[in-house]
């Protein structure tokens, strides 16, 4: 597999992809994975080809929240580089990585310049992406932002049929099992049975939608960005 599937590691000269090339691993994560904990110092960076990867965190009524979610345009984990990480980062869903070293990142980028431009690029899109997610985890109804979360991994999979939990999308939400069971009971363009939502309708889906996931659409799949 070709490591370049990754769009930030695409984005290298080839002078200095040659270099990043060498320590690079190919992993296959499974749903659910956790490959850091919040407060924690990532050990390694993952760019991610085919899985998903969840920025997580912990809400102060014993909820869960994701404020962003990193696949093929991303990197993540250089929080490592500098002290620990704000958020657990979690598999969202199952695929392939390429893994890293820090300490291999961090000698390179202390001397290659290209690398280090690469970081930063992604480091501002990904503080952009966290930013409107929070918008619009606040202004935005559940049945909007369920909308927006089933077609933003439409856009990622590729796939008219999503194996997930009602449970999964709550702790992805950051809102209680039961509201999304309420919120699909509203939510047309899709059919939902145990532990698979199909799309049957996208064009419905972006109607019900609010204006976070076509702004947000400007940010993946086609750029990079990078998860701390």
Not at 48 to 71: E, F, H, W, Y
Not at 99 to 113: A, F, K, T
Not at 145 to 166: C, G, P, Q
Not at 198 to 212: G, P, Y
């Amino acid at each position: 597999m070709n490591p370049k599937m990754n769009q930030c590691l695409a984005t290298l000269p080839q002078g200095d992809y040659a270099l990043v090339l060498p320590h690079l691993k190919l992993m296959s994560l499974g749903t659910g994975e956790i490959l850091n904990e919040a407060l924690s110092r990532p050990e390694m960076l993952y760019f991610p080809v085919n899985a998903l990867i969840a920025l997580r965190k912990d809400t102060p009524d014993g909820l869960s929240i994701d404020t962003a979610t990193i696949g093929l345009e991303g990197l993540i984990g250089l929080s490592g580089l500098t002290g620990n990480s704000y958020f657990q980062t979690i598999v969202a869903e199952p695929g392939l990585v390429y893994q890293m070293d820090r300490l291999h990142m961090q000698r390179l980028i202390d001397v290659h310049p290209m690398i280090t431009k690469m970081c930063m690029q992604a480091a501002q899109l990904v503080i952009r992406k966290v930013s409107m997610e929070l918008l619009c985890n606040h202004y935005h109804q559940i049945p909007q932002r369920l909308s927006r979360w089933i077609l933003t991994r439409h856009d990622y999979l590729l796939a008219d049929s999503l194996f997930v939990t009602h449970q999964a999308i709550s702790d992805s939400l950051g809102i209680r099992r039961e509201a999304v069971s309420l919120a699909l009971a509203h939510v047309s363009g899709v059919s939902v049975s145990r532990g698979q939502l199909e799309i049957t309708d996208r064009k419905m889906l972006e109607h019900q939608s609010c204006e976070c996931y076509f702004q947000l659409k400007q940010v993946h799949p086609n750029q990079i960005s990078l998860a701390f």
